[in-house]
């Protein structure tokens, strides 16, 4: 397909993608206000240190193992529906929800908040930026 005929597309269903742009805007709004907002790594350690808060680390047992964050909770995603009930005592307390990069946060942050944990939040860029940023990780 040559680029004249897309910018023709474009240029005939601009109606259209116009509305698709709107569609997936509202889409990637409405999934981000559902999970809770970020956290940069500062604010995180700060609402945990402050509040008496947890790291919540989802992450599967081999990369837990490979570094994870001092005092943090390891509960896999694929069991967090489960297990919540081992959060109990941070229930009204922040839940800082940490993934490998991130992404998986979002949705761990949309369970625990499901199940009553309304200040569970999810870290920006994960253990990847945990680690770009040279902080201190246990090892088992």
Known sequence: MSVELIFQFLGEQWVLVVGLMMVLTLLVLHETRKAGPS??????????????????????????????ITDAVHIPAATLASRAGELEKFREKPVVVVCKMGQSSGPATKTLRSQGFSRAQKLAGGMMEWDAQKLPVVTQ
């Open 39 to 68: 956290l940069s790594i500062n604010e995180a350690v700060q609402l945990v240190n402050s509040e008496g808060g947890v790291f919540l680390d989802i992450r599967d047992a081999p990369d837990y193992a490979r570094g994870h």
